[in-house]
């Protein structure tokens, strides 16, 4: 079973997205990490087909745990969605300069993350190697 990295520190957000895999039966495995500092070694050891980001972490941020990830050349592949509360005017640019993919603004309907999350994994389905991933549109 495909595993989805989720880099969270609130336990109530985090509960929320198990939640939406649990009741969407979203066909992977989740698999929450509070830090940066944690995703990068997770990111490593258990090679995802996707990492779900929060953008405001303890410690090393989102952008700079993204940043890090997308010049490991460990985990330079493995997509990176944004999910945060940072709305502003440039924080979606700023998220997309550091590499994610996807951007969903806290709070966000939860149904179109579960629809993407699914059309992803489908498209995972199709495709023959994990470098095909990484370049994988969604429409989200």
């Not at 336990?11 to 990490?33: G, K, M, R, W």
Request: proline fraction near 6%.
């Amino acid at each position: 079973m495909s595993i989805i990295l989720l880099v969270e520190d609130n336990t109530s957000n985090a509960s929320l997205l198990e939640d939406v895999f649990s009741f969407d039966h979203i066909p992977a495995q989740l698999v929450t990490v509070t830090s940066g500092e944690q995703a990068q070694r997770l990111a490593i050891l258990l090679d995802p087909v996707l990492i779900l980001m929060d953008l405001r972490l303890p410690g090393i941020d989102g952008l700079e745990t993204t940043e890090m990830l997308k010049h490991n050349p460990l985990t330079k592949n493995i997509p990176v969605w944004a999910i945060t509360a940072y709305a502003m005017p440039g924080d979606e640019e700023r998220a997309r300069e550091a590499g994610c993919e996807e951007y969903f603004a806290k709070p966000f309907p939860i149904r179109t993350l579960a629809d993407c999350l699914k059309e992803f994994l489908r498209g995972l389905r199709k495709t023959e190697s994990r470098t095909d991933a990484s370049t994988q549109s969604t429409n989200c």
